[in-house]
Each structure stands twice: as structure tokens, then as C-alpha cells.
């Protein structure tokens, strides 16, 4: 088997575990029922992956990727700093309302039972955003002026509660309660407490 045959029968089992935290919503997904829905063996999923924990960081590695490299263009633009605390915080709702079963791993009801290092990535995953957000707001106080009503830290971790909160409800609801639906209007009300006016 060569290596393109290899990386796309990888990229197919992570799709499927994918796929069946969205469609199975609170449950655990066995490594008997992700075969099944690949259409291999157990043996065969091992060959990829050693552990049903490797399969979850390669969702986890994934779910790191695409986010980062998007806060990497957002931060990178001239955009004032509260439209690019706004356009990250927007770009996480978007992100799991288009990978439900993403939103499962974020919140770690995917990751009940599994190691305590697959809970620690996503502890510093949210740790990283949350001192992107920080970052955002230290330097937009020395380029622009802005002032928040509070430290930098403070302000950082309400709006990534916020958006966390609104993840819970989208799993709890069953994807049901899309995360993005009257955000932007939240957003305002939660920007107008964070921001002192110009």
C-alpha cells in the first residue's frame, strides 16, 4: 500500500469517528462500530492508528489546525481589535456548527473515559485562544487606544466563556441550537460591557 493510499484510508477513519460523534450524540463510539462504518476490521484500524486516543488527537490535531491558522490571518490583518475578538469568537461558533461532531470534542463529552491527555489538549487549546484574545487586547491599548472595563485577562476569558456556553448549548440541544443563531447581536451587547467607549 502507498503512502497517498495510506494518508486517505487515515483521513477516512477520522472522517467516520467524525461523522459518528455528530450522528450519535451522547454516546461512545467503540473501535468495533468505527470499523464497521469504515468497512474494515479492528486489525485493520489499529494499523493506522495504535489507539482509539491517536484517532481523537488526529480529530484534535485537526481541530487545532484549522482554527490557528485562521486566527493567524485574523490577527495578522490591520483589522481594529474589537472586530478581530469578534471575527475569532465567530470563527469558533462557525467552526463546530459546521463539525457537530468537533463540538462534541471541544466540550469533552466525546472525551469521557478516554486518557487525560486528550482532555489536556483541549484545556490548552482553549488556553491558547483565550491568550490570542489577551494578546489582541494588549496591543490594540498601544496601537489604538482601546480601553477595556477590566484587565485584558478578564475581559479575554468572559468572551471565551461566552462563546464556550454557547458550544454546551449546540451539544446539549443535540445540534439543535445552532451556536452562531442571534450571535451577532450578543456580541454587541457583550462588546458594549467589555469596551469602554471611544
Not at 51 to 62: D, H, P, V
Not at 139 to 150: I, K, N, P, Q
Request: charged share 25%; glycine share 6%.
Amino acid at each position: 500500500m502507498n503512502d497517498a493510499t495510506q494518508l486517505s484510508r487515515r483521513e477516512q477513519i477520522l472522517q467516520s469517528l467524525a461523522q459518528m460523534l455528530e450522528v450519535n450524540p451522547g454516546q461512545r463510539i467503540t473501535t468495533a462500530a468505527l470499523a464497521r462504518e469504515v468497512g474494515v476490521s479492528e486489525a485493520a484500524l489499529y494499523r493506522h492508528f495504535p489507539s482509539k486516543a491517536r484517532m481523537f488527537e488526529g480529530l484534535i490535531t485537526f481541530i487545532e489546525e484549522t482554527i490557528f491558522s485562521r486566527v493567524t490571518m485574523i490577527t495578522g490583518s490591520d483589522t481594529p481589535a474589537v472586530r478581530q475578538c469578534e471575527q475569532i469568537l465567530t470563527l469558533l461558533l462557525a467552526f463546530v456548527e459546521r463539525n457537530p461532531g468537533m463540538a462534541r470534542i471541544l466540550t469533552g463529552d466525546a472525551l469521557a473515559g478516554e486518557t487525560d491527555r486528550l482532555r489536556g489538549r483541549i484545556h490548552q487549546l482553549f488556553e491558547r485562544l483565550e491568550t490570542q484574545l489577551k494578546q489582541v487586547l494588549r496591543e490594540a491599548e498601544l496601537r489604538e487606544g482601546l480601553r477595556t472595563e477590566t484587565t485584558a485577562g478578564i475581559s479575554a476569558n468572559l468572551m471565551l466563556s461566552c462563546t464556550e456556553g454557547r458550544i454546551r448549548q449546540f451539544v446539549r440541544s443535540e445540534f439543535q441550537r445552532k451556536p452562531t443563531d442571534n450571535w451577532a447581536d450578543q456580541w454587541q451587547r457583550l462588546a458594549s460591557g467589555i469596551f469602554r467607549p471611544a
